[in-house]
């Protein structure tokens, strides 16, 4: 997937990489939670959190958004744990046309990664077609 970035995502990553010194793969706004994701590199993630999370809470107050940050992976399995926490396992269906990640959850957890209104899963489903051209997750 081909993914184009408008003037102020560029803004954005360029902000955050000054600020942070960690290379940003991927960056999206989502503007009904006023949330800013970023992807950053792999083993990188401890860089653009900053020490007690100093570097994210300063990118904050600059742009007067959330700021969620994902550490990425070439190994899918390994992204969706960084992605969704509370994957206990996960596994990889593709059949030629569609990849489809089956994720199992604790029961006491599955309402937290769907989210209200499957919110929280759409996001997913978007953070992991973005990176690794996913169409589905389904949620056990």
């Keep these: ?4 970035f ?13 600020v942070t010194k960690a290379t940003v793969t991927d960056c999206f706004i989502n503007d009904s939670n ?17 020490k007690n999370g100093s570097n994210v809470r300063h990118v904050e107050k600059l ?3 959330n700021v969620k940050v994902f550490e990425f992976s ?23 046309k569609e990849i489809i990640v089956d994720i199992n959850v604790e029961k006491k957890n ?3 990664v769907i989210g209200r209104d499957g919110k929280n899963l759409n996001l997913y489903r978007k953070l992991l077609n973005r990176t690794h051209s996913v169409s589905d997750i389904v949620v056990r």
């Design 1 to 4: 997937m081909r993914i184009i």
């Design 6 to 18: 408008d003037t102020e995502t560029i803004r954005l990553i360029t902000l955050f990489e000054n």
């Design 34 to 50: 006023d949330t800013v994701y970023f992807i950053i590199d792999e083993g990188k993630i401890g860089l653009a959190i900053g």
């Design 63 to 65: 742009i007067k958004k």
């Design 74 to 96: 070439k190994d899918l399995v390994k992204f969706v744990k960084n992605v969704i926490p509370y994957v206990i396992n996960a596994d990889v269906r593709n059949n030629g």
């Design 110 to 112: 599955k309402a937290v």
